[in-house]
Nanobody, 115 residues
Framework: QVQLVESGGGLVQAGGSLRLSCAASGSTISGRAIGWYRQAPGKQREWIAGLGTYGNTNYADSVKGRFLASRDNAKNTVYLQMNNLKPEDTADYYC?????????WGQGTQVTVSS
């Protein structure tokens, strides 16, 4: 059974940084597409970053230049380094792992950015 566990969220002041982790079990992350999403209160879940199967990364315009997604295949873990955080980054953050066409999701971790 594939499981994803996010961690690293918390309360931070605007301009600060956080690093989120997403630990996978039940499947290797190596060679698989991984996504980072967030859902703010009262809004739909939105995609913010993706790590492709060939090492490429893509970002939503809202986080480009501030967030950095990476993976450590040896630890079977993906990361989202978030810098220069803004109040509008406040949301629940989720990672997703695509395994043979099926998308698995973690339970999310909450990030709150105070102004």
């Amino acid at each position: 059974q594939v499981q994803l566990v996010e961690s690293g969220g918390g309360l931070v002041q605007a301009g600060g940084s956080l690093r989120l982790s997403c630990a996978a079990s039940g499947s290797t992350i190596s060679g698989r597409a991984i996504g980072w999403y967030r859902q703010a209160p009262g809004k739909q879940r939105e995609w913010i970053a993706g790590l492709g199967t060939y090492g490429n990364t893509n970002y939503a315009d809202s986080v480009k230049g501030r967030f950095l997604a990476s993976r450590d295949n040896a630890k079977n873990t993906v990361y989202l380094q978030m810098n220069n955080l803004k109040p509008e980054d406040t949301a629940d953050y989720y990672c997703s792992l695509n395994v043979l066409g099926y998308e698995y999701w973690g339970q999310g971790t909450q990030v709150t950015v105070s102004s």
